[in-house]
């Protein structure tokens, strides 16, 4: 029994009591994936598996044998940082950086939903193709993730900038 | 606190108030900030630069770690039962199933816990950091509804978890004070913040109130709030012998562990706390009684302990802000000009903190007026003890005042910039001492010219189809502080790289890239050649990340510490150095070396000073001055708030379109850390405004929404783009210019937002939360 988290096969625990978040969190050591409510309120413990993102809080590890987990230890390219982690720094997308790990998961979760053309609560027009990455659409998606700090304006800018100016990074 | 205690320091503060006359009287010039900082003037350096933030990196890959984060061989995990009870005893304790359950190490209680000695409560000590000074785990009595009664330790945490789940308590309650109405009906007691009553009278104000042509004359009500840092209480804990190891979630690393040795009867030296990062603070990220139950836990169990709070425990556990009520009454003249200003009112506390909700702090200090009279009362409640949260005073105190001079200004037909600048003080309205830097008014012209505010029409009379549409102003004020402590270590390699090390804390404010902005052109080095250390006891300072004066706290202790840095590497100079016979003073760091200041060629690097001296490198530590500014100057941060609501007619709902913050906080070191902080400041200003009530039942003394999905916190769709214009005017009086700035944000924004709804609907809303049942 095992689960691919970051490409690489892990095993699943014994104990069917244990999250997916302290799977990561206390079985690997993989502490990038944040624990603020563990009851699926905050959003701080995003993860994406096969590409969708969850609140791994919520998530039974064994249930997720054979899958694919991608947490923010697994978005970088090496040394290299993902555009959407390069965009957090430089628009200040953060404070102190303990919602960062979850907000970045969900945005990248969040913007192949929008480019898939899946509507949220202020889309206009249900029946469009394409919905833009509009700040509303971004800041409604990503309410899901709480961030007491207060730097929810540098993280919508950082998801727009780098979404909206290049929707091919999104997946 | 007994009627003595309240005499010793009634007595302290009038020997206090001597000193603080002197002080007022003395030359600028003995004054800390009487001769402004150099780094005023240096206007092309790297303070006053977007930096990004130099631990972006690690926090965007998820690298930084946390405190619950540090894995420890032999670790177990803690897991916490809380009382049911608001008072009362533990009748029977039935443990024997929890102590059988797989994986458990230990079931901690009152039976079998070590002696401790109650935790110093924050603010009854210099280094003091407990949040209440109640006995933990050492008898069966009840305190608060959510005491901790039992830790389980166990090799997981689902083992703890369920462990606990086992443990059978049975309480024999007694009567407890938990409502607030019942008990102000049995009468108030004044309030002592800081040593201080919490009282001013000036004139006659009652009396000017009654004769004022024009008067406002109502109360303001506030609810109990909740930090919620999004990362919740934590610590890993272990003994190494005597020696007291703790990975904490800190915003007061020495207090903490100065305090932690008090409870188990150490050195502080035994202890050492290390917070390399925090997850957001907010005032509650100090000393609560789950770290001492971990390292009790971890002593019995001789073992490593984690105890990682949840989201229900640091309900449970960790205090919030106190409830308020106020009345503000304000007299005025025809033209706007105050004859009277009264600002009383009373909050809850218990009997074993220290903290009763200051919210008269920004009125003495706001406006002129003929009178005054302020007072702040306490009922003292069974419950969790309450404790400091961003602008303790401030952020509910501004929304009373500044909704009534709203209400004020309408009454007497006058725009509410226009009074309040008619009541701008020429000098402290109730100290006497003089402003050190204070633009506010130039603050409120760039703001109303930026915001539009003259669009602003008569109250409920703008509507876009289902929306009424409004604007509202205030004042955020906040005083700059600086505790005394500070002190910095700098120790300055051959190779030109320098380490300046403090007690401080990183919370997310921007500590390690401001600091490291302000280290580097101190001292004449590129940014990549100075490394900023702290978040660890054992360095130098006393240095409490909170009143928003870390800032000046590390500022003036780097100042100290260059200062006799200067002292060091001019003896190792010696005579035959370009610097030879220069003091200090006469000297500053510049291209990698020393400089005389008004005579910039006369120059030698570091590395030749070190070498020709044939050091490696030289170390300087110092303590700042006594803040004697504080008491010389009235010293403040000052913002314009502006707030454009969309109120829905049908349903009532509040969506904040616009928002904009102008502020008068002296020079801003780093725009790009400091735009976030405003930013943050306002943001928790909103949720004060619309949604944030931790509900306390009255009957039981218990809080009833002990979670993130019951209490509410502004979401990234309740937040618009959010402008922030400065005045960028340095104070001449502090280190760099500069003022802390955490707090200021949320203070005058509840009343903003207040203001706002008024003018879009016509309603005036006294009691927060303005949630839409009050405005249908
Ligand atoms: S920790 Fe999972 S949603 Fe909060
Ligand atoms: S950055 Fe601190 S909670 Fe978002």
Same mark, same amino acid.
């Given at each position: 029994?095992?689960?691919?988290?970051?490409?690489?096969?892990?095993?699943?625990?014994?104990?069917?009591?244990?999250?997916?978040?302290?799977?990561?969190?206390?079985?690997?050591?993989?502490?990038?994936?944040?624990?603020?409510?563990?009851?699926?309120?905050?959003?701080?413990?995003?993860?994406?598996?096969?590409?969708?993102?969850?609140?791994?809080?919520?998530?039974?590890?064994?249930?997720?044998?054979?899958?694919?987990?991608?947490?923010?230890?697994? *978005?970088?390219?090496?040394?290299?940082?993902?555009?959407?982690?390069?965009?957090?720094?430089?628009?200040?997308?953060?404070?102190?950086?303990?919602?960062?790990?979850?907000?970045?998961?969900?945005?990248?979760?969040?913007?192949?939903?929008?480019?898939?053309?899946?509507?949220?609560?202020?889309?206009?027009?249900?029946?469009?193709?394409? #919905?833009?990455?509009?700040?509303?659409?971004?800041?409604?998606?990503?309410?899901?993730?709480?961030?007491?700090?207060?730097?929810?304006?540098?993280?919508?800018?950082?998801?727009?900038?780098? /979404?909206?100016?290049?929707?091919?990074?999104?997946? | 606190?007994?009627?003595?205690?309240?005499?010793?320091?009634?007595?302290?503060?009038?020997?206090?108030?001597?000193?603080?006359?002197?002080?007022?009287?003395?030359?600028?010039?003995? #004054?800390?900030? +009487?001769?402004?900082?150099?780094?005023?003037?240096?206007?092309? +350096?790297?303070?006053?630069?977007?930096?990004?933030?130099?631990?972006?990196?690690?926090?965007?890959?998820?690298?930084?770690?946390?405190?619950?984060?540090?894995?420890?061989?032999?670790?177990?995990?803690?897991?916490?039962? /809380?009382?049911?009870?608001?008072?009362?005893?533990?009748?029977?304790?039935?443990?024997?199933?929890?102590?059988?359950?797989?994986?458990?190490?230990?079931? %901690?209680?009152?039976?079998?816990?070590?002696?401790?000695?109650?935790?110093?409560?924050?603010?009854?000590?210099?280094?003091?950091?407990?949040?209440?000074?109640?006995?933990?785990?050492?008898?069966?009595?009840?305190?608060?509804?959510?005491?901790?009664?039992?830790?389980? *330790?166990?090799?997981?945490? !689902?083992?703890?978890?369920?462990?606990?789940?086992?443990?059978?308590?049975?309480?024999?309650?007694?009567?407890?004070?938990?409502?607030?109405?019942?008990?102000?009906?049995?009468?108030?007691?004044?309030?002592? /913040?800081?040593?201080?009553?919490?009282?001013?009278?000036?004139?006659?104000? !009652?009396?000017?109130?009654?004769?004022?042509?024009?008067?406002?004359?109502?109360?303001?009500?506030?609810?109990?709030?909740?930090?919620?840092?999004?990362?919740?209480?934590?610590?890993?804990?272990?003994?190494?012998?005597?020696?007291?190891?703790?990975?904490?979630?800190?915003?007061?690393?020495?207090?903490?562990?100065?305090?932690? $040795?008090?409870?188990?009867? =150490?050195?502080?030296?035994?202890?050492?706390?290390?917070?390399?990062?925090?997850?957001?603070?907010?005032?509650?990220?100090?000393?609560?009684?789950?770290?001492?139950?971990?390292?009790?836990?971890?002593?019995?169990?001789?073992?490593?302990?984690? #105890?990682? &709070?949840?989201?229900?425990?640091?309900?449970?556990?960790?205090?919030?802000?106190?409830?308020?009520?106020?009345?503000?009454?304000?007299?005025?003249?025809?033209?706007?000009?105050?004859?009277?200003?009264?600002?009383?009112?009373?909050?809850?506390?218990?009997?074993?903190? $220290?903290?009763?909700?200051?919210?008269?702090?920004?009125?003495?200090?706001?406006?002129?007026?003929?009178?005054?009279? &302020?007072?702040?009362?306490?009922?003292?409640?069974?419950?969790?003890?309450?404790?400091?949260?961003?602008?303790?005073?401030?952020?509910?105190?501004?929304?009373? *005042? !500044?909704?009534?001079?709203?209400?004020?200004?309408?009454?007497?037909?006058?725009?509410?910039?226009?009074?309040?600048?008619?009541?701008?003080?020429?000098?402290?309205?109730?100290?006497?001492?003089?402003?050190?830097?204070?633009?506010?008014?130039?603050?409120? @012209?760039?703001?109303?010219?930026?915001?539009?505010?003259?669009?602003?029409?008569?109250?409920?009379?703008?509507?876009?189809?289902?929306?009424?549409?409004?604007?509202?102003?205030?004042?955020?004020?906040?005083?700059?502080?600086? %505790?005394?402590?500070?002190?910095?270590?700098?120790?300055?390699?051959?190779?030109?790289?320098?380490?300046?090390?403090?007690?401080?804390?990183?919370?997310?404010?921007?500590?390690?890239?401001?600091?490291?902005?302000?280290?580097?052109?101190?001292?004449?080095?590129?940014?990549?050649?100075?490394?900023?250390?702290?978040?660890?006891?054992?360095?130098?300072?006393?240095? &409490?990340?909170?009143?928003?004066?870390?800032?000046?706290?590390?500022?003036? $202790?780097?100042?100290?510490?260059?200062?006799?840095?200067?002292?060091?590497?001019?003896?190792?100079?010696?005579?035959?150095?370009?610097?030879?016979?220069?003091?200090?003073?006469?000297?500053?760091?510049?291209?990698?070396?020393?400089?005389?200041?008004?005579?910039?060629?006369?120059?030698?690097?570091?590395?030749?000073?070190?070498?020709?001296?044939?050091?490696?490198?030289?170390?300087?530590?110092?303590?700042?001055?006594?803040? *004697?500014?504080?008491?010389?100057?009235?010293?403040?941060?000052?913002?314009?708030?502006?707030?454009?609501?969309?109120?829905?007619?049908?349903?009532?709902?509040? @969506?904040?379109?616009?928002?904009?913050?102008?502020?008068?906080?002296?020079?801003?070191?780093?725009?790009?850390?400091?735009?976030?902080?405003?930013?943050?400041?306002?943001?928790?200003? =909103?949720?004060?405004? &619309?949604?944030?009530?931790?509900?306390?039942?009255?009957?039981?003394?218990?809080? %009833?929404?002990?979670?993130?999905?019951?209490?509410?916190?502004?979401?990234?769709?309740?937040?618009?783009?959010?402008?922030?214009?400065?005045?960028?005017?340095?104070?001449?009086?502090?280190?760099?210019?500069?003022?802390?700035?955490?707090?200021? +944000?949320?203070?005058?924004?509840?009343?903003?937002?207040?203001?706002?709804?008024?003018?879009?609907?016509?309603?005036?809303?006294?009691?927060?939360?303005?949630?839409?049942?009050?405005?249908?």
């Amino acid at each position: 029994m095992s689960i691919m988290i970051n490409g690489a096969a892990m095993s699943l625990p014994e104990d069917p009591r244990v999250s997916l978040l302290d799977l990561l969190r206390e079985h690997h050591h993989l502490t990038g994936t944040k624990k603020g409510c563990n009851q699926g309120a905050c959003g701080a413990c995003t993860v994406l598996v096969d590409g969708e993102r969850i609140v791994s809080c919520l998530a039974l590890a064994m249930q997720y044998e054979g899958r694919a987990v991608t947490t923010i230890e697994g *978005l970088a390219d090496g040394n290299e940082l993902h555009p959407l982690q390069q965009a957090f720094i430089e628009h200040d997308g953060f404070q102190c950086g303990y919602c960062t790990p979850g907000q970045i998961c969900s945005a990248v979760g969040m913007a192949a939903e929008l480019k898939r053309g899946a509507p949220s609560n202020v889309t206009g027009d249900l029946s469009a193709d394409t #919905i833009a990455f509009s700040r509303d659409e971004l800041a409604e998606r990503m309410s899901g993730n709480l961030c007491r700090c207060g730097a929810h304006n540098g993280i919508i800018d950082a998801i727009g900038a780098t /979404f909206a100016a290049r929707p091919e990074v999104a997946a | 606190m007994n009627i003595v205690e309240q005499a010793t320091k009634v007595t302290k503060t009038a020997a206090q108030g001597l000193m603080k006359k002197a002080v007022e009287l003395a030359p600028d010039s003995w #004054i800390p900030g +009487g001769n402004p900082d150099p780094l005023i003037r240096q206007q092309h +350096g790297h303070v006053g630069k977007p930096v990004s933030r130099l631990d972006g990196p690690v926090k965007v890959r998820g690298a930084a770690p946390f405190a619950a984060e540090f894995a420890t061989e032999g670790l177990v995990y803690a897991s916490v039962a /809380f009382s049911t009870v608001a008072k009362g005893r533990i009748a029977t304790l039935d443990t024997a199933t929890a102590e059988a359950a797989p994986g458990v190490v230990l079931v %901690m209680t009152y039976r079998n816990a070590p002696r401790l000695k109650p935790m110093p409560a924050f603010m009854s000590a210099a280094k003091a950091a407990g949040g209440d000074s109640l006995p933990i785990l050492q008898d069966e009595r009840i305190h608060w509804n959510g005491q901790p009664v039992a830790v389980v *330790l166990a090799d997981t945490q !689902e083992q703890a978890d369920h462990a606990k789940s086992l443990i059978h308590v049975v309480y024999e309650a007694e009567a407890a004070t938990t409502s607030f109405e019942a008990d102000k009906a049995r009468g108030t007691e004044p309030a002592l /913040f800081q040593g201080e009553l919490m009282k001013v009278e000036i004139g006659d104000a !009652e009396t000017a109130l009654a004769a004022a042509p024009h008067r406002v004359d109502a109360t303001y009500r506030t609810p109990r709030h909740n930090h919620n840092a999004i990362e919740p209480h934590a610590a890993t804990v272990s003994w190494n012998g005597d020696e007291l190891r703790v990975h904490d979630a800190s915003q007061a690393v020495v207090h903490t562990a100065w305090s932690l $040795a008090q409870v188990f009867g =150490l050195d502080e030296k035994q202890v050492h706390v290390t917070s390399p990062y925090v997850g957001g603070g907010f005032g509650s990220k100090t000393l609560w009684q789950h770290q001492v139950l971990a390292a009790a836990a971890a002593k019995l169990a001789g073992r490593p302990v984690r #105890i990682a &709070l949840s989201r229900e425990g640091v309900y449970r556990m960790v205090g919030g802000r106190s409830l308020t009520e106020q009345r503000v009454a304000i007299g005025a003249g025809d033209d706007g000009h105050f004859t009277a200003i009264v600002h009383t009112g009373v909050t809850a506390m218990t009997r074993h903190n $220290a903290m009763p909700e200051p919210f008269i702090v920004a009125t003495r200090s706001a406006y002129a007026a003929d009178t005054f009279k &302020l007072d702040v009362e306490v009922v003292h409640l069974d419950m969790l003890a309450n404790t400091f949260m961003r602008a303790p005073g401030e952020a509910v105190g501004t929304f009373a *005042l !500044e909704c009534a001079i709203d209400e004020l200004a309408d009454r007497l037909g006058m725009d509410p910039i226009e009074l309040r600048i008619r009541n701008e003080p020429d000098k402290d309205p109730t100290q006497g001492t003089p402003f050190s830097s204070r633009h506010i008014v130039e603050a409120y @012209r760039t703001g109303a010219e930026r915001f539009g505010w003259h669009n602003r029409a008569a109250p409920g009379t703008r509507r876009e189809g289902e929306w009424l549409v409004g604007m509202g102003c205030a004042t955020g004020t906040y005083p700059y502080y600086r %505790m005394p402590g500070g002190a910095a270590r700098i120790t300055l390699t051959r190779d030109g790289r320098a380490t300046v090390a403090v007690a401080a804390h990183e919370m997310g404010m921007g500590t390690a890239t401001v600091h490291t902005q302000v280290a580097a052109e101190r001292l004449g080095l590129e940014l990549d050649q100075v490394t900023v250390v702290y978040g660890d006891s054992t360095l130098p300072g006393v240095v &409490l990340a909170g009143g928003s004066q870390q800032t000046a706290s590390m500022g003036a $202790a780097v100042i100290a510490a260059q200062h006799a840095l200067v002292g060091e590497l001019l003896k190792l100079a010696g005579n035959d150095s370009p610097l030879a016979g220069l003091k200090p003073a006469e000297v500053g760091g510049l291209d990698g070396g020393l400089c005389k200041l008004d005579e910039p060629e006369r120059r030698e690097s570091y590395a030749s000073i070190l070498s020709r001296a044939g050091r490696d490198e030289v170390t300087a530590e110092a303590e700042a001055p006594m803040p *004697l500014e504080l008491q010389h100057w009235s010293m403040h941060s000052h913002g314009a708030m502006f707030c454009e609501v969309r109120v829905n007619a049908v349903t009532g709902e509040t @969506r904040v379109s616009r928002f904009l913050g102008s502020f008068d906080c002296g020079r801003i070191l780093n725009p790009k850390t400091a735009t976030s902080q405003f930013r943050g400041g306002i943001i928790m200003g =909103l949720g004060l405004a &619309l949604m944030e009530e931790t509900q306390f039942d009255e009957r039981k003394g218990r809080v %009833m929404n002990p979670s993130l999905a019951e209490y509410h916190l502004p979401v990234h769709l309740d937040v618009p783009a959010i402008d922030v214009i400065w005045t960028d005017i340095p104070d001449p009086h502090t280190p760099m210019g500069a003022h802390g700035i955490g707090e200021i +944000g949320i203070t005058g924004t509840g009343a903003a937002v207040a203001n706002a709804v008024y003018n879009a609907t016509g309603k005036r809303v006294r009691d927060l939360p303005l949630t839409l049942d009050k405005l249908l």
